[in-house]
């Protein structure tokens, strides 16, 4: 992947954040003063005489770091060396996976460090809804294993996002199979519906944690 339209800073924020490497770490890590890098990341710098001694300290090629021409860092060997999944929009996730348009890592804005466990193909969703309150409130992230077959797995309770056809819209929600009929349940009836799955409607993965803002 090349960025030859991306300037200097744009890569370093890029880099940090598929790396979860602190601004004041890299700062330490290239024996400077923390100002220097929070510029280098803030503004919209072309070339910095620190460019090499922050691609070698992220072990990211300098050529693509300065330029944008060369090797850019490949995600998924930082992914799995640092072991961090991308917190994505439901928009991002719709258009990825149900209208497989390519995705662009670079519009990630959120990183999130996973524990050993974790399948690497997981991603985060932030809950924009109050529909699963109490047990989940809104602005819970959320983390779906798309590999995970909802219908066979054996775990209870499961929470899982899933894509309505007809409403081209997603939706976390516990599942419930009772005689071949699938329904996503809300847990908050007051203000929200029971869902009944259709044929043409997706399962997208199963949650294996939950992580609470307060």
Same mark, same amino acid.
């Given at each position: 992947?090349?960025?030859?339209?991306?300037?200097?800073?744009?890569?370093?924020?890029?880099?940090?954040?598929?790396?979860?490497?602190?601004?004041?770490?890299?700062?330490?890590?290239?024996?400077?003063? *923390?100002?220097? $890098?929070?510029?280098?990341?803030?503004? +919209?710098?072309?070339? @910095?005489?620190?460019? /090499?001694? %922050?691609?070698?300290?992220?072990?990211?090629?300098?050529?693509?770091?300065?330029?944008?021409?060369?090797?850019?860092?490949?995600?998924?060997?930082?992914?799995?060396?640092?072991?961090?999944?991308?917190?994505?929009?439901?928009?991002?996730?719709?258009?990825?996976?149900?209208?497989?348009?390519?995705?662009? *890592?670079?519009? $990630?804005?959120?990183?999130?460090?996973? +524990?050993?466990?974790? @399948?690497?193909?997981? /991603?985060? %969703?932030?809950?924009?809804?109050?529909?699963?309150?109490?047990?989940?409130?809104?602005?819970?992230?959320?983390?779906?294993?798309?590999?995970?077959?909802?219908?066979?797995?054996?775990?209870?309770?499961?929470?899982?996002?899933?894509?309505?056809?007809?409403?081209?819209?997603?939706?976390?929600?516990?599942?419930?199979?009772?005689?071949?009929?699938?329904?996503?349940?809300?847990?908050?009836?007051?203000?929200?519906?029971?869902?009944?799955?259709?044929?043409?409607?997706?399962?997208?993965?199963?949650?294996?944690?939950?992580?609470?803002?307060?």
């Amino acid at each position: 992947m090349e960025n030859e339209d991306k300037n200097l800073s744009e890569r370093l924020r890029f880099t940090l954040k598929i790396l979860g490497i602190s601004q004041t770490e890299l700062a330490n890590r290239i024996d400077v003063k *923390p100002q220097i $890098v929070q510029y280098l990341c803030q503004g +919209k710098a072309e070339k @910095s005489k620190f460019t /090499f001694d %922050i691609a070698e300290a992220l072990n990211v090629d300098v050529s693509w770091l300065a330029t944008g021409k060369g090797v850019a860092p490949c995600i998924s060997q930082l992914r799995k060396n640092t072991k961090t999944i991308p917190i994505l929009t439901f928009n991002q996730i719709r258009e990825g996976k149900i209208y497989k348009r390519k995705f662009d *890592p670079m519009r $990630v804005t959120s990183w999130i460090p996973i +524990k050993e466990g974790i @399948s690497q193909d997981s /991603f985060a %969703i932030v809950l924009n809804d109050k529909s699963m309150m109490p047990r989940f409130d809104l602005d819970t992230i959320v983390i779906i294993d798309p590999t995970v077959d909802a219908y066979q797995t054996q775990q209870k309770n499961k929470f899982v996002l899933a894509y309505l056809a007809e409403e081209d819209f997603l939706v976390f929600r516990q599942l419930h199979i009772n005689d071949n009929v699938k329904s996503l349940i809300a847990h908050n009836n007051n203000l929200y519906k029971n869902v009944l799955l259709k044929d043409e409607d997706i399962i997208l993965g199963i949650c294996t944690e939950a992580r609470w803002t307060n």
